[in-house]
């Protein structure tokens, strides 16, 4: 197989995290473009959708030797590096697999892309690295564990001739997210008109629809093809508009054309709440193009004009 | 066991990697200063000369709750985080050692801590971290795991409450050091006469005193204890005096008053050696004081002088 192989062999493409909400939607975007695209996956994942999907599947057995022999199979130039634990307060029965997966699995997944020959690597970092002022301050464990695998990624970089960028999301949504999510929750409520209790509702979020996502995945990797050897970089993915859940409501009322099931502080704040979004800088040539209200009349499948008119 | 403790009982202190050269030597102080001193070993780990030392042993389980049950026992108001895992260039084979060691188990440890209340983290950081110039850029995967965990442990003093602060180690060196580094084998090749084979020998070091190292960590205990919740500073531990390879071995000619069976030139320069030892700003209050003519003296028990008269 490998004396097969030429210097002018497409480039393949590497996903960790593709059966989230993020990852999936770039490796569908990935697929249509004709990429050349593995995933990388834990043994007991399910394949299914990666398999119907036609990419090819690389099993992370939970060494670096083992993972670094399953990654040189695909030589993959690029790597986006998207799978996470997530935790908003962990408990101590959370600390050992937020670091096995934040932090021993990037860095195994270095190791082998290093080792494979690839140069680029884009991995998802959070806004909550970086507290209200723009410092690089993590509000929690999960966002430490981001900011541990930037330091180890930092190698990768200084002294192996990586290209490396890591994209603080914000709050992505749009459609088939599941998770457990404001967002979602709202669009649930909206849906079967079930009670939502919520915080007093002034904290304030930057949502980023995922299409965009995915288009700043892709302009990091192209902003890394021109980047020199050695090039470490972090950027904000963020619209730059800062919505407060108030507004969010408001927003969704006037898109829907009826009102939303929802009391305000019927919930404390989270400890540690988060009640604006972080600065820093956005990814240069990239910007957020999916407004709120447009997305959303999108998701909901109305025509927000004709059904305010009701 | 738990009601018999009072609130005047005599602060506990907890060691990591209390079988190593620093950390015995920094646990023989505590003994011998009258603390309350506890390590932290490995199932597996040799305990004779800490039980011969009468410290208490906890068990590290090698999961998070495991171990904050452990230290639970102890409630240290003060942890001295010295287990390392060092390599200088890594295989591959080397990736999930170094994770494990320099980041899950700190990770695990100051999530211990945490839960038992101490209020004071000193972590052994590596002069590694911190390129020429000053600026933070590990040179190798080690001082990235170093530098990963302080990411991590950032998270415990910004929203935990601990004070915690990283003293950046150079080279230490002193009686009873058996590791494979440079002073150790000269040290060696001086006694038996074996010819050491050396590079071009104008790499300079920033040698300290153990004893002074284990000065250094007493004194960042002490700066902890005026030092607000929420405090986490990185300090250098360095004489500020560097000293080529050449001038090192004169400085043992001189001392013992005989030729050092080396030869410069033999060896080329490690990949990636480090020339000139990083600057960073001084832990405040703390200086070396222990000389290289006097140190090497003592530890070689001949008098300087005399034998130099020979």
Same mark, same amino acid.
């Not at 301050?137 to 200084?158: D, M, V």
């Not at 999510?181 to 629809?209: M, T």
């Not at 050897?229 to 898109?255: H, N």
């Given at each position: 197989? %490998?004396?097969?192989? &030429?210097?002018? %062999?497409?480039?393949?493409?590497?996903?960790?995290?593709?059966?989230?909400?993020?990852?999936?939607?770039?490796?569908?975007?990935?697929?249509?473009?004709?990429?050349?695209?593995?995933?990388?996956?834990?043994?007991?994942?399910?394949?299914?959708?990666?398999?119907?999907? &036609?990419?090819?599947? =690389?099993?992370?057995?939970?060494?670096?030797?083992? @993972?670094?022999?399953?990654?040189?199979?695909?030589?993959?130039?690029?790597?986006?590096? @998207?799978?996470?634990?997530?935790?908003?307060?962990?408990?101590?029965?959370?600390?050992?697999?937020?670091?096995?997966?934040?932090?021993?699995?990037?860095?195994?997944?270095? $190791?082998?892309?290093?080792?494979?020959?690839?140069? /680029?690597?884009?991995?998802?970092?959070?806004?909550?690295?970086?507290?209200?002022?723009?410092?690089?301050?993590?509000?929690? *464990?999960?966002? +430490?564990?981001?900011? +541990?695998?930037?330091?180890?990624?930092?190698?990768? +970089?200084?002294?192996? &001739?990586?290209?490396?960028?890591?994209?603080?999301?914000?709050?992505?949504?749009?459609?088939?997210?599941?998770?457990?999510?404001?967002?979602? *929750?709202? *669009?649930?409520?909206?849906?079967?008109?079930?009670?939502?209790?919520?915080?007093?509702?002034?904290?304030? @979020?930057? *949502?980023?629809?995922?299409?965009? =996502?995915?288009?700043?995945?892709?302009?990091? $990797?192209?902003?890394?093809?021109?980047?020199?050897?050695?090039?470490?970089? /972090?950027?904000?993915?963020?619209?730059?508009?800062?919505?407060? =859940?108030?507004? @969010?409501?408001?927003?969704?009322?006037?898109?829907?054309?009826?009102?939303?099931?929802?009391?305000?502080?019927?919930?404390?704040?989270? =400890?540690?709440?988060?009640?604006?979004?972080?600065?820093? %800088?956005?990814?240069?040539?990239?910007? +957020?193009?999916?407004?709120?209200?447009? &997305?959303?009349?999108?998701?909901?499948?109305?025509?927000?004009?004709?059904?305010?008119? /009701?």
């Amino acid at each position: 197989m %490998e004396g097969t192989r &030429g210097a002018t %062999e497409e480039d393949a493409v590497l996903v960790s995290g593709a059966t989230g909400f993020v990852g999936a939607r770039l490796l569908a975007r990935l697929v249509a473009d004709g990429r050349r695209v593995a995933a990388v996956v834990r043994p007991g994942s399910d394949r299914t959708a990666l398999e119907a999907a &036609g990419v090819a599947i =690389v099993v992370d057995d939970g060494t670096a030797e083992g @993972l670094a022999r399953a990654v040189a199979e695909i030589r993959p130039t690029t790597v986006f590096h @998207l799978a996470a634990k997530f935790t908003a307060i962990h408990a101590t029965a959370d600390v050992d697999g937020l670091i096995e997966a934040n932090v021993a699995f990037g860095a195994r997944l270095a $190791e082998a892309a290093s080792r494979a020959g690839t140069t /680029r690597f884009v991995t998802a970092g959070t806004s909550w690295q970086v507290d209200e002022a723009g410092a690089e301050r993590a509000n929690s *464990l999960y966002a +430490a564990t981001k900011a +541990a695998f930037e330091a180890i990624l930092g190698h990768y +970089a200084a002294n192996e &001739g990586m290209r490396a960028l890591s994209l603080r999301l914000y709050d992505t949504w749009g459609p088939g997210d599941t998770r457990r999510k404001l967002l979602p *929750l709202l *669009l649930s409520a909206r849906a079967s008109g079930a009670h939502l209790g919520l915080s007093p509702g002034d904290q304030r @979020l930057d *949502l980023v629809h995922v299409d965009d =996502v995915v288009e700043g995945f892709l302009a990091a $990797e192209a902003r890394l093809t021109a980047a020199p050897a050695g090039t470490f970089e /972090r950027f904000a993915l963020r619209s730059g508009r800062a919505v407060s =859940v108030k507004e @969010l409501v408001a927003i969704l009322e006037q898109v829907s054309g009826r009102p939303m099931p929802v009391a305000f502080g019927e919930r404390p704040y989270r =400890v540690g709440e988060v009640m604006a979004p972080s600065p820093g %800088e956005i990814l240069p040539g990239w910007r +957020a193009r999916i407004g709120l209200e447009e &997305g959303l009349a999108a998701l909901i499948g109305g025509d927000a004009c004709s059904t305010a008119k /009701r």
